[in-house]
């Protein structure tokens, strides 16, 4: 935490090594080629609470002091989300952080945490862009749990949680891996004494106006006696949309420093399409000799993350990012539409349409918004067919308007029709037939058959 907090852990995470600073991204066309099954694969998605205090964690696989497996939690949350209350000195928060591993029901490992805050004036308290990170780490044996964890207000009384799904592997093999990435914004340290360079983590993993600052770290462990002659890792990085197109890429070499070499890798990214990405990282070189009679394994690193909707990219195209609000427009709002005429116009329109449909317009998150363009990235990532965009799709434009269906009915071998999928959303007592007619998995709405809406 900054500032005049008595948290004893700060938001910085330093790049104590090796610093790989990039002065721009390469923009890329080309498809990823994927060689196979990566030696480690992509993390789960990371845990974000839906109630207050909200927060958002993430789980990583780090290396310990030595040298055995830890899982590192990080997490993130606003003061605005934490009750302060006044005394003599100041503003008084307290909030307690539990972490539990399971494997099905039973405990595993886990711990609670105490943390109290300290300001001395009431603008700390609300103030916007100095949320509260910290961490806390576990020591526990290879295998696949279920991490909770609870976040409470200790002051106010309330509790919000999360879970998520984690894999916690066997020893890496081979001589040279990558340990986990952890994702955040680059950033300057102030504090130190050289102004070092820093990664301030992002467990939630979201990005929207913040993309130029996208940067990720980790460390590469080498086992290799001291002194072999490659003393340099060259390494390859990419961003792949869900799409496995590659938007960025980039290279960059790092000189050994031990055993253990970290990196900092600062992108640089320009405004995305809102969906799902992942960021690659592969050891280019050195390649250590697989065994006789196999092939390599390619040493890669891979992380997800997800780019929500921002004024940015509605600048970028504009036309484009407004025709899918058609889809939840009221009729005064479609006429609105369509008599804007510039981009400053278009801009002002949207900004306004989320601004109306905010439910808590006092917290920095548009819970409506969110929502719709989420729904947005799952039809542009599960429905889109022969060139078109998932949300331009019939199944695309339900999903959007009405969300997941309680039921989905699919029937692939029909004697009297084509192949069809049947959508029934029971509490609004609607229900949508899609046909697949030319056989190649693009399926419209039967109108004939679907409800009106």
């Not at 964690?57 to 989300?81: F, M, W």
């Not at 044996?141 to 592997?169: C, M, N």
């Not at 040493?299 to 058609?326: C, G, H, M, S």
Request: aromatic share 10%; hydrophobic share 35%.
């Amino acid at each position: 935490m900054r500032g005049a907090s008595s948290c004893s852990v700060r938001g910085l995470v330093r790049a104590a090594a090796a610093l790989v600073l990039l002065a721009a991204a390469i923009p890329s066309s080309a498809q990823y080629p994927n060689p196979g099954p990566a030696s480690q694969p992509d993390g789960p998605t990371p845990g974000i609470s839906m109630t207050r205090p909200r927060f958002s964690t993430d789980a990583t696989i780090q290396p310990g002091v030595n040298g055995a497996t830890e899982v590192r939690i990080d997490y993130r949350l606003g003061r605005t989300e934490l009750l302060f209350e006044r005394s003599a000195d100041g503003y008084n928060a307290s909030y307690e952080i539990r972490v539990a591993f399971y494997q099905k029901k039973k405990l595993i490992a886990g711990d609670e945490t105490v943390r109290d805050l300290k300001v001395t004036r009431y603008a700390e308290t609300i103030q916007r862009g100095e949320d509260l990170l910290d961490h806390v780490s576990f020591k526990v044996p290879p295998g696949k749990y279920r991490i909770q964890v609870d976040l409470t207000d200790l002051k106010a009384e309330r509790t919000s949680s999360t879970e998520f799904e984690f894999q916690v592997p066997d020893a890496p093999a081979g001589p040279l891996w990558f340990t986990d990435l952890s994702l955040g914004m680059f950033a300057v340290d102030s504090l130190s004494a050289t102004h070092a360079a820093a990664l301030d983590p992002n467990p939630s993993r979201t990005y929207g106006e913040n993309l130029s600052r996208f940067a990720f770290t980790g460390e590469l462990v080498d086992n290799r006696p001291a002194g072999v002659p490659d003393s340099t890792y060259r390494l390859h990085y990419q961003v792949v949309s869900d799409l496995q197109k590659a938007v960025a890429q980039g290279d960059t070499a790092v000189v050994r420093r031990g055993g253990r070499t970290p990196f900092l890798i600062h992108m640089l990214l320009g405004p995305l399409d809102p969906g799902n990405y992942r960021v690659v990282l592969d050891l280019v070189s050195p390649v250590p000799k697989p065994p006789k009679g196999k092939k390599p394994v390619p040493i890669r690193r891979e992380k997800n993350f997800v780019v929500e909707q921002t004024a940015a990219a509605v600048a970028l195209d504009p036309k484009t990012q407004l025709e899918v609000l058609r889809y939840i427009a009221t009729d005064v709002e479609l006429r609105q539409m369509n008599q804007l005429k510039t981009v400053e116009e278009r801009l002002a329109f949207w900004a306004n349409f989320w601004k109306e449909r905010d439910p808590s317009p006092g917290t920095p998150q548009n819970e409506a918004q969110d929502e719709f363009y989420k729904r947005v990235a799952y039809a542009n990532q599960h429905f889109a067919a022969a060139g078109t965009q998932g949300w331009r799709t019939d199944m695309g434009q339900i999903y959007i308007k009405f969300g997941q269906p309680d039921e989905v009915v699919r029937n692939p071998f029909r004697f009297d029709g084509p192949p069809e999928e049947i959508w029934y959303y029971y509490r609004a007592r609607l229900t949508y037939f899609f046909v697949d007619k030319d056989g190649y998995g693009r399926y419209v709405i039967d109108d004939a058959r679907s409800s009106k809406n």
